[in-house]
C-alpha cells in the first residue's frame, strides 16, 4: 500500500471533519475519493500535504509517518489544490518556474521541466501570456502544470473539474489518466459519480469523515446488486397515498419513490415484477407510458449506503 490511514480524527471546534477514517491506496492506481460537499474530502488531502494536522489516529505515505517524516517524501508528491494557487500578474511560464524553485529546481534542469509541464497541459503557446488573459479551464490547467512540475510519483487532485466547461473538463481527465499511464499513483476528490465511473480503479465513498466502502466499481456495484431498478413512467400520475401503497406491497419491493412523471422502484429482480406493476398501474385507471430497467451504479451504491443522493 502506498497510503495508509488508520482512524484518523480531525475536528474543527465541534465539527468532525474526519471522523474515525481508515483507508488503503495501491500503488498505481488512480484512487477516487468520492463524496458530496462538506464529506472531509479536502481535510484529508490537506493533511496529507500536511497543511493541517490530524488529531488522532496513524497516516503514512511511502512508508513514512505523516506528518512526522513527511520532510523525507516531500518531493515526491505532488499536489492540485481545489482553490486555483496560481498568480493571476505572472506569466503561465513564471508561475510553473515558481513552483518549481519551491521544489529546489535550478537552472537547465528547472527550464526543461517548466517547458514538459507546459507540453503537458497543452500551454506551450500560452506560456508567455499573463494569467489574468486565461479563460477559468485554462488557468485550472496551469494550476495543474504547477503541481506535477517536479515530476511526484504519487499527485493528488482536489475536484480538479469543479466549475470548467466539458472540453477543459475532458482534458484534464485526460491528463490525469495519461499521468496515471506514466506511473503515478493518482488519488482524486470527486463529487462526480460518472467521473469516478470513468476514471478510476479504485473508490472509496466518504461520508461525514468515514470512508463507508472501498473498492473496484464492480466490488462496490455488487453491494448493492441484490436490488435492481425500474423506472415507470406513468401518463396523468397523480397517485393517491393508498394507490402508491398498492406498488410498495408488492412482494420483493424494496422501495418506492414518487417522481414528477412515475414512480422508481428498487426490488430484488423477482421475475413476476414487470407483469405485477404494470397489473397495479391498470389497478390504478393509469396508463404506462414507458418502463426502464437498469442495474444499480454508483450513485445507487451511494443512496443505498447513505440514505442520500451525491447531488443533495
Ligand atoms: P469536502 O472537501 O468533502 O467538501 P471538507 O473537508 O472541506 O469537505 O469539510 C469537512 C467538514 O469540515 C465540513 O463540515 C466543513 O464545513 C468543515 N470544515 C472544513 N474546513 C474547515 C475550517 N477551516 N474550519 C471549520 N470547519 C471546516
Redesign the pocket.
Known sequence: MIIECKDVY?N??E????DGLSLSINKGDIHG?L????????????IFASL?NHDKGEISIMNQTIPKQFHKIKGKLGFVP?DLAIYEDLTAYENIAFFASLYGLRGKEKKEKVKQALEFVGLTDRQKSQVKTFSGGMKRRLNIACGICHEPEIIFF??PTVGIDPQSRNHILESIVKLNKQGNTIIY?T?YMEEAQNICDTISI?DH?KILAEGTVNELVKLVTEYELLFVKIKDINLSQQESKLFSDIEGVKSINLEEDGIAITHNGHSDMLENVISKVKACKKQVASIESRKPNLEDVFLTLTGRTLRD
Do not use: V
Not at 35 to 46: D, E, R, V
Open positions: 480531525k474543527y471546534k465539527i468532525k471533519a474526519l475519493l463524496g458530496p460537499n462538506g464529506a472531509g474530502k479536502s481535510t484529508l488531502i490537506n493541517i481545489q482536489d475536484e476528490t463529487h466518504i469523515g
